[in-house]
């Protein structure tokens, strides 16, 4: 996703060496052609002999240096990375006198240009070990997963493949074919092409996305809705869309994802379809504004838009405009959707119609995406706490499974339902408070009737937070008549979405009457934030005592 050093392969990358010489060394010293010739001279050869073919080998080495080119576009391109600050290195299996003396010809590049040389002379075990690309990191002070590694052959892949650095293979104008393993992450023929690479993984500064991107990124994206009259592209700054002939009734709906960092396409759809569906609305479309901090990469906005996009298409939304900036005002990347919906005006679902009397059901469980928040971002410190890995891993997958879309689950229920609301910010206890006073009526909940997921139970215990607090985007609450509410259970059961009646409707005002399973009054907990919050803070406690 970026990159801030780059690592070069010598021979046939900066170079165009002259590889005859080789072919005939190869053949003097009785090397296999299935053999690479160091591991031949380390492997077969006798102590006396192995230090006299080295010497044999460095000076062949050094002649064909000589002889050697510059690659094609290799001076422009170390010039540009320059130019961008960006630390250059150079790894080989050859000797440091033989690429000294290759640097000779080139006309405008010197050894100056490279903070680091790896090469064979070092006591450093040759590619394909990983040991030098990681000994390069190091010396350039970058993570090994932000230095690209580039190399015309197996042993370059293979080496910054098992380092965990980013490789790029670069076929000279070959056929283009990558060896399979380990597979390179990007593939070029030319060198003068490594520049856009780098271009695309280099932190961008403030200010909007370039427009080359940006005309790149939407390029990639079909859209096939006779909805949208102007869809996404360079130089509008509007869509126009055209509800169905029978909907006429427009429903809007913004939303920011603020707590997550991964995933964001995904929690950007979901969570503001959501709110589209408990109106009984089908979401149609979706305006995204991404902000990036300083310093991101074109790479991550790309992979975002990429995830946008996928997400739309399986929600069947239409992603048809927005903005994309790089800010200081935001330190990790933020979402804010923006979605639209439409729906007949006589299934529009307006909360007031809830009556006295009504059930109230609830999907799935309480805290579904506060669960996958906490084990996404907390995985150390829950492990730290006495979780497992393994119930770490369950935990994360609650963003699919149960999920936290609502979007089956209000279909089915849309035409019988007097009033739906998606669980979001506040949990459990704030969405009954916040549906008790859109619909004017009180409500009473029996608390032993609320599902708790078992690994939901565990994260909370650990992290003394109450599960009726916290976040749990995944489950709507729905009121109905007393006569459909069987028939809605039985519904959603058969759809594979558990649902149980926590309790019912009361006389008109506002607030939540809490009782356990004898009927005696029991108090109803109040969450002036989300439980989520309080869970940041003690994981950081945790983290200054890790």
Avoid at 204 to 227: C, H, I, M, V, W
Avoid at 358 to 369: H, M, R, S
């Amino acid at each position: 996703m970026r990159v801030e050093a780059v690592l070069f392969d010598f021979d046939g990358t900066l170079t165009r060496p002259d590889s005859l010489d080789f072919l005939s060394f190869r053949k003097s010293i009785g090397c296999p052609a299935d053999q690479f010739i160091l591991e031949f001279i380390q492997e077969a050869l006798s102590p006396p002999e192995k230090r006299r073919v080295l010497d044999q080998l460095d000076q062949f080495e050094f002649e064909a240096a000589s002889r050697s080119e510059p690659n094609s576009g290799a001076e422009d391109l170390i010039l540009y990375l320059r130019a961008q600050n960006i630390p250059l290195g150079i790894i080989s299996r050859n000797s440091r006198r033989s690429i000294q003396r290759a640097l000779q010809n080139f006309k405008r590049i010197r050894e100056s240009h490279f903070e680091v040389y790896i090469s064979r002379d070092d006591e450093v075990e040759p590619k394909p070990s990983p040991a030098g690309v990681l000994l390069a990191a190091e010396k350039m002070e970058v993570r090994v997963d932000h230095m690209l590694v580039v190399g015309d052959f197996i042993l370059d892949i293979d080496a910054g493949s098992r380092a965990g650095a980013p490789t790029v293979l670069l076929t000279n104008g070959g056929d283009g074919a990558a060896p399979s393993r380990p597979a390179p992450d990007h593939v070029i023929n030319q060198l003068s092409e490594l520049k856009d690479l780098v271009r695309y993984l280099l932190p961008l500064p403030a200010g909007k996305l370039p427009n080359d991107f940006l005309d790149r990124f939407l390029q990639e994206y079909s859209l096939d809705d006779p909805t949208l009259l102007v869809a996404p592209g360079m130089g509008e700054d509007t869509a126009a869309v055209m509800p169905p002939a029978n909907e006429e009734v427009i429903v809007l709906k913004s939303d920011p994802i603020t707590f997550a960092e991964d995933r964001l396409g995904y929690y950007t759809l979901a969570i503001n379809a959501n709110d589209i569906a408990t109106s009984g609305a089908t979401p149609r479309w979706l305006l995204t504004t991404l902000l990036f901090p300083v310093g991101s990469t074109a790479a991550q906005i790309h992979a975002l838009i990429r995830e946008l996009q996928q997400v739309s298409r399986e929600f069947g939304i239409s992603l048809c405009g927005g903005h994309t900036e790089i800010t200081e005002a935001v330190n990790k990347p933020i979402v804010v959707g923006q979605m639209v919906g439409t729906v007949e005006k006589e299934r529009l679902i307006d909360k007031r119609r809830m009556e006295k009397g009504d059930q109230i059901l609830f999907t799935k469980g309480v805290a579904v995406e506060g669960t996958s928040v906490l084990a996404r971002e907390c995985a150390e410190e829950l492990l730290g706490l006495g979780m497992t890995q393994s119930e770490i891993q369950r935990c994360q997958e609650f963003l699919f499974d149960p999920g936290i879309s609502i979007l089956a689950e209000a279909q089915i229920v849309a035409r019988s339902a007097s009033a739906m609301h998606d669980v979001t910010e506040g949990g459990l206890a704030t969405a009954l408070q916040e549906l008790s006073v859109g619909g004017g009526n009180r409500l009473r909940i029996d608390v032993e009737r609320i599902p708790v997921f078992k690994e939901t139970e565990r994260i909370c215990r650990l992290l003394g937070i109450h599960p009726f607090g916290l976040i749990g985007s995944g489950s709507l609450l729905l009121t109905c008549s007393p006569g459909s509410s069987q028939s809605l259970l039985e519904s959603m059961r058969e759809a594979g979405i558990s649902a149980v009646c926590i309790g019912e409707v009361l006389e008109e005002g506002a607030g939540v009457e809490a009782v356990d399973g004898s009927g005696s009054l029991v108090e109803w907990p109040d969450f002036e934030a989300d439980e989520l919050g309080r869970a940041f803070e003690k994981i950081k406690v945790l983290s200054v005592g890790l």
